[in-house]
């Protein structure tokens, strides 16, 4: 009875609603998400820099407040997206959503989670966050903000990073994942600070258009510089921090990983592989990319977190390898967001063909 009363209620204000903030199907998925309680309760929304809306349904009251990095952005830029809960305290997880598409589910650090996107085509996204609630606060949402995206900007081609010698094929079925901290039969799960990497791909020669359907493949190595599939470093059979993602429509790919260690002559990186309509079946590295990380934070782990410390500070810097600053010019270092406590996050726009 509760439920068609709030419901029926949802409805009619569906039907006379001056405000349209966001589409009806949002207030549904906000039925389910969040329970009748909350939602009847739920104050009204208006777009800013930062929206605030709140929440109660019979602990503790929460509010959530949305705020982007930006609230106009070209197609393809890296937009942050951070939500604050109020109390501090509150623990749970924030859902971030692009109208009824969630763009990610990030924990809460003392009261904040920040997640990083970009949109690939122009026009306006209608932003909210969501906060689960727990035992102890209630569920709440932020009201919505609405982001306007241009055109995208001209770009040119990523420059490519160098293949290295530790890449295996892995286009077996099983190597078709987001998670690749374990083996493939959920084994040796590698020890390391989080790490949530997000790929846009791009085509340079079709207007940054977004590409749909390539073969992004992610491979590094441990936390102790060890690759594993390799007989060379005693880890044959062993096919963690190995995998590979297939963009959507957006052209996006999300892995979960660790951040890397580091090995004799190279500074701390990732390998990408890109298998697209310019070069899908093409293993001989032409189409291939490193990313790398802060120095200041790479040094920082280096020295003073377990299990990365045990090789203690490389002497290898991102200004001396050979790929970051001769082959990809600096290009490719990522943005993190998030700390060494809690994990990171970052957000990679990669243009081909490489």
Known sequence: MLEKKYQARIEAVEEDDDYHWCP???????????????LATMAGCSAGAAATATTSS??????????PSATSASAGASVTLTATVSPAAATGTIAFYNGTTLLGSVALRSGSAALSTSFSAAGTEVLTAVYGGSSAYAASASAAIDATVTGSAACSASL?????????????????????????????????????????VFDSEKACAAMQGVQVDIWSCNAAGVYSA???????????????????????????????????????????????????????????????????VINTIATTISPYDSEGTNPTTNATDRVYSTEEDGTTLLTLTGSISAGFAATLNAYLPI
Do not use: C
């Open 24 to 38: 009806s199907l949002d207030r549904r998925a906000a039925l389910r998400l969040l329970g009748m309680g909350t």
């Open 58 to 67: 019979g602990t503790t009251a929460s509010v959530t407040t949305l705020t």
């Open 160 to 200: 490519e990073g160098e293949e290295g010698p530790y890449f295996v094929d892995d286009s077996a079925s099983g190597y078709l994942r987001s998670n690749v901290v374990s083996n493939l039969d959920g084994t040796e799960t590698q020890t390391g600070i989080p790490l949530a990497l997000t790929v846009y």
């Open 230 to 296: 390799e007989s060379s470093e005693s880890t044959t059979g062993q096919s963690w921090l190995r995998g590979y993602q297939i963009t959507d429509a957006t052209g996006k790919v999300q892995f979960n990983t660790i951040l890397p260690g580091w090995y004799s002559g190279r500074t701390t990186h990732i390998h990408l592989r890109f298998r697209s309509t310019y070069d899908e079946t093409d293993t001989s590295g032409s189409n291939t990319m490193q990313v790398f990380f802060d120095q200041t």
